[in-house]
């Protein structure tokens, strides 16, 4: 029988929302013996790093915190980004996790030891922690793309993407450029459309737009929330049903899709005065397909006299400006990036070995991200992805993914905890059932239904989303199918 140390039960990467569900669910459960690595100086992820003007999130607050952290304080139906990272700042101080955080621990190695079942993470500053079991949750949206485009490097104004917003460029009455129209976009153009002398927006593709109908909640409702937490409770179900039920939109059901379809076409209508410039804000594509975008004050932004849509396609970028396929100039001070990240080629951005030494990345380049229930991966035994392949939506809230992926989690944990000599890992057989299975269950959805988006890679298979709604994920993640598992011997120790 092994009796080998280890620092920790669980290392988790990372401390925006997934570490934090991660961690608030292990002490719910009674685990303590934990850490979270940050590579930050500060907890909240993509919450933290995108500081662009009018960041916000387009699902209700209601819906996007933690189930276990209700917050009867919500200002808005919808919140910005600042009054979300507070609420995850008092969320990790009520539920004690100061302690738990190492920041500024950028971890680059994670490397399995078949003698001891340890795994090792090691971070840049080549400290070494042991730990059981590893949970990544690093997040999916922090790889950026800056377009390659020809002569960037030569242009004298300022340019940055959406997700390194630079305070320090002052926009007022300057001429701005913005490539890409998807939702950083749509919430930046009309926060400062009101300051910018002329602002060029370079749009390929138009995204559908729903309304957003944000509300201000009274200090009478978060009074009313804060003294009968079932109240909340009552209507974060039915906002959690409800958006479950626009969401068959997407996945089949023809009556809801044309519902949707409509509600786009009529805001554009109404929203937009000028036939020409809705035309190109007309998408082509169905609806769904990238992901829908909800904005009440993106379409009134065409209708000013300093905001100019251009689609043409960008051929090259001068020192002064973006010259288009129409073999114009359009002058800029300042270029922003608007143009999204690399979610579905998942890099974790440091190296992973786990049985027999097999890098992840490498497996990954080969076969496409794959993990058995969006959370377990074949050949990494007792490591755990947050937000894994194909664990996204497009309709609901992406906290509720997380905390049903705890739930496979615990169901792991709880059957192999008692594992001396062995681990459990994912059978590959069910991890190839599994991927079939996913994959199959595209062929009625809106996603594969031939428009190009980030939720797929670039051999256009879609890896950032679940084929069904949320619930459906729920119920998988809640099953533990112990026959989908195998026990792995553990390697003789050298006695040397
Ligand atoms: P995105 O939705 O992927 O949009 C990127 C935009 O850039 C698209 O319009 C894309 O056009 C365009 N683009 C990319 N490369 C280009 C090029 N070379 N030339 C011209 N245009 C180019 O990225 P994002 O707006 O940063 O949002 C990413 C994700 O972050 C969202 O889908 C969402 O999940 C999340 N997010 C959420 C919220 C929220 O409120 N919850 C807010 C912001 C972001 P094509 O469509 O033609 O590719």
């Not at 039920?245 to 805001?267: C, P, Q, S, V």
Request: hydrophobic share 40%; with cysteine.
């Amino acid at each position: 029988m092994k009796n080998i140390a280890f620092d920790y039960e669980f290392g988790i990467i990372g401390a925006g929302f997934g570490g934090l569900i991660a961690a608030i669910r292990l002490q719910k459960e009674g685990i303590f013996n934990f850490v979270l690595f940050e590579r930050a100086n500060a907890i909240g992820g993509t919450w933290r790093d995108n500081i662009y003007p009018g960041c916000a999130c387009d699902v209700p607050s209601i819906l996007y915190s933690i189930k276990d952290a209700p917050n009867p304080h919500w200002n808005n139906l919808f919140s910005s980004q600042s009054e979300i990272l507070s609420y995850m700042h008092e969320v990790v101080a009520k539920h004690n996790l100061q302690e738990k955080i190492r920041l500024n621990c950028d971890i680059v190695d994670i490397a399995f030891d078949e003698e001891s079942a340890i795994w090792h993470i090691t971070n840049r500053a080549h400290e070494t922690f042991k730990v059981k079991r590893v949970l990544l949750a690093n997040g999916p949206l922090n790889r950026a793309v800056v377009p390659d485009i020809r002569g960037l490097h030569d242009f004298k104004g300022n340019y940055f993407h959406s997700n390194s917003w630079d305070s320090s460029i002052d926009l007022n009455e300057k001429k701005v450029g913005i490539i890409g129209t998807g939702a950083s976009a749509i919430q930046i153009i009309p926060s400062i459309v009101n300051k910018v002398k002329s602002l060029h927006v370079f749009q390929r593709t138009p995204a559908w737009v729903l309304p957003r109908g944000d509300k201000r909640l009274s200090t009478f409702v978060q009074q009313i929330f804060e003294r009968f937490p079932f109240v909340q409770k009552i209507v974060r179900s039915a906002f959690y049903w409800l958006l479950e039920f626009m969401g068959l939109a997407f996945i089949g059901n023809n009556l809801m899709y044309k519902l949707n379809e409509k509600m786009g076409l009529h805001h554009l209508r109404k929203q937009v005065k000028n036939v020409v410039t809705r035309e190109k804000l007309t998408p082509k594509y169905k609806i769904g397909c990238k992901r829908v975008l909800r904005s009440d004050d993106y379409y009134p932004c065409f209708n000013r006299d300093n905001v100019y849509l251009n689609t043409n396609e960008i051929v090259s970028i001068t020192d002064s400006g973006v010259i288009t396929q129409a073999n114009e100039l359009i002058e800029v001070d300042v270029l922003i990036f608007a143009t999204g990240f690399n979610a579905a080629d998942i890099d974790f951005y440091m190296a992973i070995k786990g049985l027999h030494g097999e890098s992840l990345t490498e497996r990954w380049k080969q076969t496409g991200a794959e993990a058995y229930k969006s959370t377990l991966v074949q050949g990494f035994p007792n490591l755990y992805i947050m937000l894994g392949p194909n664990s996204g939506l497009g309709h609901n809230s992406v906290l509720h993914i997380m905390e049903s992926q705890m739930e496979q989690v615990m169901a792991h944990y709880k059957h192999s905890s008692a594992l001396q000599d062995s681990v459990m890992d994912v059978h590959p057989e069910a991890m190839k059932k599994y991927n079939i299975a996913i994959q199959s269950k595209f062929s009625d959805t809106v996603w594969a239904s031939g428009c190009k988006s980030w939720y797929m890679n670039k051999n256009g298979k879609i890896i950032a989303l679940f084929p069904r709604l949320s619930y459906a994920f729920r119920k998988v993640m809640k099953k533990f199918e112990a026959n989908d598992y195998t026990i792995v011997k553990l390697k003789e120790r050298n006695s040397l």
